[in-house]
């Protein structure tokens, strides 16, 4: 299995533009989960879902941010506009079901807002 | 959320046992104690999970105190590939509560393994 899967691994962009983030879940997991990790705040969950239904968004920070997943494959986090604050690596993770013991945490993707 | 506390940082040397403690005193009945580690510019991976009893697998080894306030992850032999943040969390395995299937990371301890 490829494991979970983020694009892009690296973003660079300016202040105010629109960022998309996205990430493959790995196949049959019906939980996926989306964290934020800066020095300041370590690693904080945004937001998760379970059969593609957000289940708890308490973590997203301003409305800036949301997050979709219209299939079972597939979720996009997109900050709209963005600022230089945003800069993190966000991390998506998946799981078979919110009962599941192990979360699997893909890569990361590198955000930097100038 | 319960939480946690933890040694900011921890050294060992190289094939020596490493003890990671973990504090929990407001931990519930329906709390499992995980671990996490995070290696170096990779997200965070599962290490071991357990309730009550003491828990072995291929990478570690957990201890739970009689009380369930404290816990610790051992390693029984450390190698430069340990070198990593240790992140012990609660997990709320009540599917009606409202932290059902989240973790909530603290600062971990990071532990360094030297040659």
């Known amino acids: 299995d490829a494991g979970v899967i983020q694009s892009p691994r690296h973003e660079v962009t300016e202040m105010g533009q629109e960022v998309t983030l996205r990430c493959k879940p790995i196949s049959g997991h019906n939980s996926l989960f989306w964290y934020r990790q800066t020095m300041m705040r370590g690693l904080e969950l945004l937001i998760y879902f379970n059969n593609n239904v957000p289940i708890d968004d308490s973590g997203m920070p301003e409305d800036r941010f949301s997050a979709k997943m219209p299939n079972a494959s597939f979720s996009t986090l997109k900050i709209q506009p963005s600022e230089p604050r945003d800069s993190a690596v966000y991390f998506c993770a998946s799981s078979r079901d919110l009962s599941s013991y192990e979360q699997y945490f893909g890569p990361g993707t590198r955000l930097t807002v100038t | 959320d319960a939480k946690t506390t933890q040694p900011n940082s921890m050294e060992s040397n190289e094939e020596e046992p490493v003890h990671l403690p973990c504090n929990h005193s407001t931990i519930s009945g329906t709390d499992y104690i995980h671990w996490y580690r995070q290696l170096p510019s990779q997200g965070p991976e599962y290490v071991i999970h357990g309730l009550t009893s003491n828990v072995n697998n291929r990478m570690a080894s957990l201890a739970i105190a009689e009380d369930r306030k404290s816990s610790t992850l051992i390693l029984h032999r450390a190698t430069l590939r340990d070198a990593a943040v240790y992140y012990c969390?609660?997990?709320?395995?009540?599917?009606?509560?409202?932290?059902?299937?989240?973790?909530?990371f603290g600062q971990g301890t990071i532990l360094t393994v030297h040659p």
């Open positions: 969390i609660l997990r709320e395995a009540n599917a009606g509560g409202t932290s059902y299937g989240k973790l909530t």
